[in-house]
């Protein structure tokens, strides 16, 4: 995979996995959901965000590789 194609699929996974977790706090805040549900949907989001944080580290970590390089 090529570089740009390679930081095009993170941005996207990184962007999809925020909308999710978004997408599931609203589920959250919905007054008629059961507990059973909430506890789904919010392991459920802790784990988009972990993903999502981990993308967001290993951008991290290129910029001060690229940094480093310069």
Do not use: C, H, R, W
């Not at 993170?10 to 996995?17: A, G, L, Q, R, V």
């Not at 999710?20 to 459920?44: C, F, G, H, N, R």
């Amino acid at each position: 995979m090529s570089k740009a194609k390679e930081d095009k699929v993170t941005k996207e996974d990184f962007e999809s996995k925020l909308q999710s977790a978004k997408e599931i706090l609203e589920t959250l805040m919905d007054p008629q959901i059961t507990l059973e549900d909430s506890v789904k949907a919010y392991e459920k989001g802790m784990s988009e965000l972990e993903i999502a944080q981990k993308i967001l580290e290993s951008a991290e970590i290129k910029i001060k590789e690229i940094k480093g390089n310069s």
